[in-house]
């Protein structure tokens, strides 16, 4: 018999090894399965796309935060939130850019999560670019592309908030054949940005918000949310009076030290006016909506 040839068994470990490496490459298989996988159930019940006014700070803004804080409330969901990505300047030259950017993060969200519904939102310049998604023209002029046609089915409700086209009667609501049965818009009648007649003053646009108009506005979005899903938590949501198939006028309540958003009393709506003090309008909401 021949005796083994040297290195044999330097060439029995190098097999060895090899079935070591194969069985370590299995557990890892057989580990592999196991991890993290992104599915359905990472995503939001909803999701709200605010742009902020003029000259705040990014991110929703604080009429966006309120609106967004009360939709959580109101309806119990796990709702996300997305700040539109734009230069919200005083020279208010970029709200096409806001809009595309809007619309690309919409159709991210949709490709991603197809069940989320989607609100949109805007206050002040953040309601001129909703209006440039919706298809309105800011000033009779068209800013960028609207929203495609076939994803106005996954926007549930649109909000807006102190709109200069309203001022021009061309609020969303009325002139969106894209979104506007979707759509509140709701403008203080003491916002000269929105609202032009007699006792404006420029507080009644950067105060006139919170609280009020913004509960309002979640009560309608809530409403367009639930619709055929559960019930809502109670004591918020549609329950709590809001009928989304009436526009809502009347009085109001006043914007005491427990409005939500601010710290202490709040500042009468007043300065500079084009009126003589006592022709000033009863405390009465300006909102349109169309169910």
Known sequence: MRSPRTGSARSGGRWVGLGATALFTAGVALVAPNLPVASATDCADAEVIFARGTDEPAGLGRVGDAFVDSLRKQTGMNIASYAVNYKASKLQLHGGDGAKDA?????????SCPN??????????GASVMDIVAGVPVGGISW?????????KNVAAVAT???????TDQALPTHSALLGAKAIDLC?????ICHPGPGNAWSGHTEGYVGVYTTQAAAFAADKLMAGSAPTVPGYGPSSG????????GPQPG????????GGPQPSVSGPSTSDPASLPPDLGWVSAVR
């Open 103 to 111: 619309i690309s993060h919409l159709k991210s969200t949709v490709s």
């Open 116 to 125: 989320t519904q989607i609100v949109l939102g805007g206050y002040s310049q």
């Open 144 to 152: 960028g592309d609207p929203l495609p046609a076939e994803y106005a």
């Open 161 to 167: 908030f102190g709109d200069v086209a309203t001022r």
């Open 188 to 192: 203080n009648p003491a916002d000269p």
């Open 242 to 249: 809001y009928d989304p198939a009436t526009s809502v006028h």
């Open 255 to 262: 914007y005491g030290s427990g409005t939500p958003g601010y």
